[in-house]
């Protein structure tokens, strides 16, 4: 494990060239063409010969590092047999975050003999559990906050102006569902708000801004093209000239600011781009610090990195700095204490579907017995927003909760939502968190 801009390609670079030298095969897998690319480069810049897997490559079937397109050597090798699996003692899987794939599993089961490497900066399936069943060792380098003081990474200055109402938006593999989550953020206010604040605190920056969506992608380019920003949009279906040629106006300064739907995520080096937006809402730390990671990387003259959430992933997952505890345990998630620590503190607790169960009386009952009881994130939305704005035992929301609780009054929703109209916003961030750089 090691953090995004940390030189993981590097790192597993000198792996290769170790085995090499000990005249071992080497297969290196990786999903996308832009990660095969930087692959072979930097092979080439060690003096490592090697065939590359992948459409539009002749085949060099002789050499003792391969690096293959995950979809083309399953395609080929594993699910015809347009091709013989190569020979490998050692397999380095780049963004081994995805190895639990079934593509990335029929690969592997090919080699029972050989050596797995997992390369990546965020060791965890789409849930958050860990990697364990396909690695049996988590080795961790330095992480954000360090690579920072040592001048690999810079520093982040978060603003954080919305988080989006996504109360009713289901869930499915792990993640909000596309769809409803569309419909919810991809509106005129949430858009223009997005293009009011990369004016108020974006420094006209490079910028990379991540969306829900190809509809919601091409909404926040349009709106920054009408407000007089020169940007552009970019998704799975663009084709690689054109993408190339996006990607490199941003470069020189011809583009301000470009949008995309899950293309920029991986495998995407631009140190210069300086500024992110978030306006994709994820449930996925992995996702979200993936996001992050792209402007983390240090630039000639670059002092930190903006970051401008509209999406409520900085109050769900946490700032860049904070330290995660990875595991490979597959029944734990990665937590970060630190954050965790500040949630209870500031009162900051994810908000959750409103929930008509059991637990919501028994919650109900301690805190109208201990108020300080409301410090874990296993309450539902009625008590989630009580507990972030009361101000004591002359609070009107704690006076409703009270009579509601001596009258044995079933709360509904509809009172809940009256309730938390009358609480107003959250309360998210302590003046401590705002020295960190939230606003």
């Known amino acids: 494990m090691s953090p995004t801009g940390s030189g993981k390609t590097v790192m597993g670079t000198e792996i290769v060239k170790a085995a090499v030298a000990r005249r071992e095969s080497v297969l290196f897998l990786a999903h996308r063409r832009e990660i095969i690319a930087q692959t072979s480069q930097k092979l080439f810049k060690y003096g490592l010969r090697h065939g590359i897997i992948q459409a539009g490559f002749d085949p060099r079937p002789m050499e003792l590092v391969q690096v293959a397109s995950v979809a083309t050597l399953f395609v080929r090798g594993v699910k015809s047999d347009a091709m013989r699996m190569p020979p490998a003692d050692l397999i380095v899987i780049d963004e081994a975050h995805h190895a639990p794939a079934n593509s990335y599993q029929k690969i592997v089961e090919a080699y029972p003999d050989a050596k797995i490497l997992g390369l990546t900066a965020t060791p965890c399936r789409g849930d958050g559990r860990g990697l364990g069943?396909?690695?049996?060792?988590?080795?961790?380098?330095?992480?954000?906050?360090?690579?920072?003081e040592r001048g690999c990474l810079v520093k982040t200055r978060v603003y954080a102006p919305v988080d989006p109402n996504l109360r009713g938006v289901d869930t499915q593999n792990g993640d909000y569902v596309t769809s409803q989550l569309s419909e919810r953020v991809n509106t005129d206010q949430l858009v223009g708000d997005i293009v009011t604040q990369?004016?108020?605190h974006g420094e006209r920056r490079k910028t990379v801004a991540f969306a829900v969506d190809v509809a919601h992608s091409m909404h926040i380019r349009d709106e920054f093209v009408r407000a007089g920003v020169r940007a552009e949009h970019i998704d799975g279906k663009t084709p690689k000239e054109e993408r190339d040629g996006i990607l490199s106006r941003l470069r020189s300064g011809e583009v301000d600011l470009v949008t995309n739907c899950m293309v920029l995520t991986e495998g995407w080096d631009m140190p210069d781009v300086s500024c992110c937006i978030l306006a994709r809402p994820t449930k996925k730390m992995g996702l979200y610090r993936q996001m992050l990671g792209r402007v983390l990387r240090a630039a000639t003259d670059k002092v930190d990195a903006i970051v401008l959430d509209h999406s409520g992933a900085v109050f769900r997952h946490g700032l860049a700095e904070d330290?995660?505890?990875?595991?490979?345990d597959p029944d734990r998630k990665a937590v970060s204490k630190v954050h965790e620590s500040r949630k209870r503190e500031t009162g900051l607790i994810e908000r959750r579907p409103f929930d008509r169960s059991a637990d919501r009386r028994r919650a109900f009952r301690r805190v109208a017995e201990h108020v300080e009881a409301i410090e874990t994130d296993d309450y539902d939305t009625f008590l989630v927003w009580i507990a972030r704005h009361l101000g004591g035992l002359k609070d009107p929301v704690w006076s409703l909760m009270q009579e509601a609780y001596r009258m044995g009054r079933s709360i509904t929703e509809a009172h809940a939502e009256r309730i938390m109209d009358e609480a107003g916003p959250p309360r998210f961030w302590t003046d401590d968190a705002c020295a960190h750089g939230i606003s």
Do not use: C, D, N, R
Request: no cysteine; net charge neutral; hydrophobic share 50%.
């Open 133 to 148: 069943g396909i690695f049996t060792k988590i080795v961790e380098a330095p992480q954000v906050a360090q690579l920072i």
């Open 198 to 200: 990369w004016h108020k």
């Open 323 to 328: 330290p995660v505890e990875w595991t490979l």
